[in-house]
C-alpha cells in the first residue's frame, strides 16, 4: 500500500514565493520520511498557487530521492496531450524515472476561457485528449485524428520517459461514466472521496467491469483514493484545529455561501473525512481499502491556507504515526 | 398502482434516483448521453432493476419523469416527450462544474421556474437540496426518527401529489411547498437548507425562519 500527499498550494495569507519554498520543504520532508507520493494539482484561481504543477515537481524532483511525483490532476481537457507527455517525460528523466500523471476534469472550468475552449466541448475534449495521452506514452511516433487538436502523422514525441511506460492514471469523482472509461481504457483509476466511501464502490465495480469486458488483465488494474486529510495529536484536538480553515475553504463552494457550518462539518467527519488522531486515520484509509480495494491513498494535507507551521505537524504524523501502521497492516 | 417512473440522466445524481425509485417498488426506466453499452453496464451495477432506453422512449412509457442531466445539457431533454407527464426537476445551477450559464446566471428567480419555460412543461421540483450521496445513504422507513425530509415545490396539486408518494415511496419525509417559486429556498446559496440533510421538523422550522409556510395539503 502506497501513501502520499497532495495539495493544490492554497495561498493563504504568505506570498506566493513563501509558499512555493514552504511547499518544497513539505516535499523534502515527506520523502526522508518515507512517504511513497507527493500530487500537485493544477488550478487557474486566485485562491490556488499551483497552476503549473509540472514546474514545482520538478523542483522537488532535485531535493528529493524516492518519492514519486505526480499531478491530482492535470486538467487535460484544455492542455494538449503531446506537450503534457513532453513535461512529464522530462521530468521523469530528470527524477530517476519518478513521474506520474493523474489526467482529468477539474473541480472548475476557468481553464476553458483562458486557453480557448467551450465548455460545452467539455466531455469530447477530455475524451480524445486522454486517449492521446495514453497513446503517446504508449509509444512514438503517433499518428492520430480527432476533432479537438491537428492530426499527427508518424509525429515524434521526445524525450521519451526514463519509465517504461510513464503511467496515466484517470481521476474521477462520482460520474460513473468516468469509471466506464478508465475500466475500458485499462488505465489506473483515482477516486477523489470526501467522506463515505461506500458509494464508491459502484464506481470502482464499474470500472472492474468495463475493463474485463475490453479485455484488460484484471491484476494490472490499480485503484487509489484521495481527499482532504488532517491529523492531530487528538480526535477533538484535530477536529477544533482544522475546522476553521476547512469551513473557510468550503465556503468557496456555492453550497456553503456563509462557510461550512459547524454541525454539518462534524456529521462530514462521521461519514468518513479523514479529520481526527492518527488512529481515527488510519481506521479510516484502511476502509477505503477494505472496501475499494485501493493500493494507494493519498491525502490533501494543507486545506484552506493553515499556516505552514500546522501543515507539518499534521504532516509528521501521517508520515511516522499513520503510514506506518497502514503499510503494516495491509501488507 | 405504482407510477411508472423515467429518469433522464444517468450521472451522479440520476443512478441513485434510479435505484431508489426500484428500491420504492416501481417501473423505473433510465436514460442517459453516451454509448448504450455504457448506459446497460452502468444500470446493471449501480440501478438493477431499472431498464435503460433511450431519452424519448423512457419519457413517454412514464408517469413521472424525473430530469437530472447537467443545466448546460438542458436542450438534450425531449421536451415534446414530456408533455402530460408530471416532471420533476431535481437540478441545480452550479458554475463551478456547468460554467457560467446566461439563463441562470444572476436570476432572481427559482432556477425551476426557468427550466420550466425552457422545457414548455409545468415542473415540480424536488430531490435537488441533497447530495446524491446522502439520498443514497438516508432513506428510512416511514415514522423512523432519523427520517429525512425533502421538499417538494409545484403549483399543480396532482402533480404535487403524485411527487409526494414518490418521494415518501423512495424514504423520505415529503414537504410540500406551494407554488412552485417557492422553491427557490432550496437551491445552492439561498439558505441552509441545501446539502444540511434536515429531518422533517428540522426542515419546517427552517423554512418557519425564512418565512416560507409549508402547504397545508397539495392544492
Not at chain 1, 466506464?180 to 464506481?203: C, E, S
Amino acid at each position: 500500500m502506497e501513501l502520499g500527499i497532495y495539495t493544490f498550494g492554497d495561498t493563504g495569507t504568505v506570498t506566493t514565493r513563501q509558499r512555493l519554498a514552504d511547499l518544497v520543504a513539505q516535499a523534502r520532508y515527506a520523502d526522508e520520511a518515507g512517504l511513497d507520493v507527493i500530487a500537485l494539482g493544477e488550478h487557474h484561481r486566485a485562491d490556488f498557487t499551483l497552476s503549473a504543477p509540472e514546474i514545482v515537481l520538478a523542483a522537488i524532483s532535485s531535493v528529493t530521492k524516492r518519492i514519486r511525483l505526480s499531478t491530482a490532476v492535470t486538467v487535460l481537457s484544455t492542455a494538449d496531450p503531446v506537450r503534457v507527455y513532453q513535461q512529464f517525460a522530462t521530468l521523469d528523466q530528470l527524477s530517476g524515472g519518478r513521474a506520474e500523471i493523474i489526467a482529468g476534469r477539474g473541480a472548475f472550468t476557468e481553464s476553458f476561457g483562458l486557453f480557448g475552449y467551450d465548455l460545452r466541448e467539455y466531455e469530447v475534449l477530455f475524451d480524445e485528449k486522454l486517449r492521446l495521452l495514453l497513446e503517446v506514452a504508449r509509444s512514438s511516433p503517433v499518428t492520430w485524428q480527432g476533432r479537438t487538436r491537428p492530426p499527427l502523422s508518424d509525429a515524434v514525441v521526445t524525450p521519451r520517459a526514463l519509465q517504461p511506460v510513464l503511467p496515466v492514471w484517470v481521476g474521477v469523482g462520482g460520474t460513473p461514466q468516468s469509471a466506464v472509461r478508465a475500466g475500458r481504457l485499462g488505465a489506473p483509476m483515482f477516486v477523489a472521496i470526501f467522506t463515505d466511501p461506500a458509494p464508491a464502490r459502484g464506481m470502482v465495480e464499474l470500472y472492474r467491469r468495463a475493463a474485463s469486458s475490453a479485455g484488460h488483465d484484471p491484476a494490472g488494474l490499480r485503484v487509489g483514493s484521495g481527499g482532504h486529510m488532517y491529523v492531530g495529536r487528538t480526535s477533538q484536538g484535530a477536529r477544533d484545529e482544522f475546522y476553521p480553515y476547512y469551513a473557510e475553504y468550503l465556503g468557496k463552494l456555492p453550497q456553503f455561501p456563509g462557510g461550512m457550518p459547524r454541525e454539518v462539518y462534524d456529521q462530514w467527519i462521521r461519514a468518513g473525512l479523514l479529520v481526527g488522531s492518527p488512529q481515527e486515520v488510519i481506521d479510516k484509509i484502511m476502509n477505503h481499502r477494505e472496501l475499494l480495494g485501493i493500493s494507494r491513498y493519498v491525502g490533501q494535507f494543507d486545506v484552506g491556507g493553515m499556516p505552514a507551521g500546522m501543515v507539518d505537524k499534521s504532516l509528521e504524523l501521517f508520515a511516522t504515526e499513520v503510514a506506518p501502521v497502514v503499510r503494516k497492516e495491509s501488507a | 398502482m405504482s407510477a411508472r417512473v423515467a429518469v433522464l440522466g444517468a450521472g451522479k445524481v440520476g443512478t441513485v434516483l434510479a435505484r431508489l425509485s426500484v428500491a420504492a417498488g416501481r417501473p423505473t426506466a433510465i436514460a442517459g448521453s453516451g454509448d448504450p453499452s455504457d448506459l446497460g453496464l452502468i444500470v446493471d451495477v449501480l440501478a438493477p432493476g431499472a431498464v435503460p432506453m433511450r431519452g424519448a422512449e423512457a419519457a413517454a412509457q412514464a408517469d413521472i419523469v424525473i430530469v437530472a442531466v447537467p443545466l448546460a445539457r438542458l436542450e438534450t431533454v425531449p421536451s415534446a416527450a414530456l408533455r402530460g407527464r408530471v416532471v420533476v426537476d431535481a437540478m441545480n445551477y452550479w458554475p463551478p462544474v456547468d460554467g457560467v450559464l446566461p439563463e441562470w446566471e444572476g436570476a432572481t428567480r427559482s432556477s425551476s421556474e426557468i427550466v420550466r419555460e425552457i422545457l414548455g412543461v409545468d415542473v415540480v421540483k424536488s430531490f435537488n437540496h441533497m447530495g446524491y450521496h446522502e439520498l443514497d445513504a438516508w432513506t428510512r422507513p416511514s415514522g423512523a426518527p432519523d427520517r429525512r425530509a425533502l421538499a417538494v415545490a409545484g403549483d399543480d396539486g396532482a402533480a404535487m401529489t403524485a411527487v409526494t408518494e414518490l418521494v415518501d415511496a423512495m424514504g423520505f419525509d415529503p414537504v410540500p411547498l406551494h407554488p412552485l417559486s417557492t422553491g427557490r429556498v432550496l437551491q445552492p446559496g439561498s439558505s441552509d437548507i441545501f446539502g444540511a440533510d434536515l429531518t422533517r421538523a428540522e426542515l419546517l422550522s427552517t423554512l418557519d425562519a425564512l418565512g416560507v409556510a409549508p402547504a397545508t395539503a397539495c392544492p
